[in-house]
Every structure is written in C-alpha cells, then in structure tokens.
C-alpha cells in the first residue's frame, strides 16, 4: 500500500515549456486535489476532483490543467512554463461520500518545480 | 478578507519544553480543523482535527489541540517536546460551504534545541 505517490519528485524546466505532473492513489478514494506550496503562504489549492470524471478549479487554478484519468490518477499539467510557477507541488486524496466518509487529506511526497 | 493565520513563523524551544502552536481562523460558520506536520522534503501528515464535540482533542505523538469559538482559534500543544518534534506545522481549515476546500496556513516552522 503506497498511498498517494507523485512523478517526477525534481524537475527544471525552461519558461515556456511544458509538462505533466502525475499523481496516483492506491487507497480507493474517490476525491483529489493538487496543490502548490510556497514559502510563506503555505498550500493553496490548484484543482481538485471530487469524484472520477469531475475536476473543479480551487484557489489558484490560473495557468494549470487538470485530468482526472481514472479514480486512481489525477495530473496537473503546466501549458507553458512561467517562473511564477516555481513551487513544490502536492498531490492528496481522501474518501467523500459513500460508506468511509473522511475528511482527513493523504498527501503525496511532493514535486519540486523549478522554472528559469 | 477570509484567512487562515499563523502568527509566528518560527519557534524554537528546548527538548522537555513545553510547546504551544497558535492558530487563529476568520470565517464566518465553525470550520472543520486540522493540524498537520512536515518534515524536510516530505509531504504533510495530520495530526489531529476538530469536527465537533469536546473541544480537547487528541492527536499523534502526543499533541493535543483546543478549539475556542469565542476566540477562532486552535491551539497546539505538546507539554513535553522531543527533538523528532523538529519540523514545520500547518493549521488547515475545510470551508463549511465547498468541503473540497481546505485552506492552510502560512506554518510554523519549530526548531528544537538540545
């Protein structure tokens, strides 16, 4: 049981590239939710997925996309690359609804972001 | 405006000190409550929370937190710190009116002197 675990855990990228952050859960849960963390202003969120096949913008949704594939996997992809998107990104799930309600978030190790 | 709010940044204390983390909220209906904890390089880890009820509650490795209506706050305590202890603390609140909407504070990151 690995829990939440995101790819890649570093990555550099020239302004106006692109990529994808992937995240997948193994805990069945059926909501999740990508943030970014920034020194001084703690975790904001980006988007989440409540449920597979829905995705809601959070906090911070501007320049970012979104894909929930399956209720396993949810992305976050960067279009094109700014320097204001340098952050440490963190995926999370938790179970909403159904029989095993939490609202305790399980969070991945994180993805660190470097745009130049 | 709606926050979350950490007023120290860093607290450094001695190991067999007592601790108190201080976490004040402004929304207008009693949000869910959360500590969470995290370590160098990794991600977050709860602590404890608040839903309703006795307004103590427990947590892991020894913390504990008080939920105060009259003050909009929620305190963290730990009366005997270890030097594990060491690491950076998030108060987080769930938005009473999208329960996919958790806000976290800016942290408070805790260093602990031998």
């Known amino acids: 049981n690995a829990g939440v675990t995101q790819t890649p855990k570093f990555q550099v990228l020239k302004t106006g590239q692109s990529m994808t952050l992937q995240c997948a859960q193994d805990?069945?849960?059926?909501?999740m939710y990508w943030y970014r963390q920034d020194p001084g202003m703690g975790l904001r969120l980006i988007y989440y997925s409540a449920s597979e096949g829905t995705t809601d913008k959070g906090e911070v949704p501007n320049g970012y996309n979104v894909s929930r594939l399956n209720k396993r996997e949810f992305s976050l992809r960067l279009e094109s690359a700014a320097p204001s998107q340098t952050s440490v990104y963190f995926c999370?799930?938790?179970?909403?609804?159904?029989?095993?309600?939490?609202?305790?978030?399980?969070f991945g190790p994180g993805t660190r972001l470097t745009v130049t | 405006a709606q926050s979350v709010t950490q007023p120290d940044i860093h607290i450094t204390v001695s190991e067999g000190a007592s601790l108190e983390l201080r976490c004040n909220y402004s929304?207008?209906?009693?949000?869910?409550l959360f500590w969470y904890v995290q370590s160098p390089g990794q991600g977050l880890q709860l602590l404890l929370k608040?839903?309703?009820?006795?307004?103590l509650v427990q947590g892991i490795k020894g913390f504990e937190a008080e939920f105060k209506r009259s003050q909009s706050s929620f305190n963290l305590r730990k009366p005997s710190v270890h030097w594990s202890d060491a690491a950076e603390y998030f108060c987080a609140v769930l938005l009473p009116y999208n329960n996919n909407d958790m806000r976290f504070g800016a942290g408070t990151r805790l260093t602990v002197k031998p």
């Open positions: 805990m069945n849960h059926n909501s």
């Open positions: 608040y839903f309703s009820g006795d307004t």
């Open positions: 929304y207008g209906a009693t949000p869910y």
């Open positions: 999370a799930s938790r179970q909403l609804g159904g029989t095993g309600v939490s609202y305790e978030q399980y």
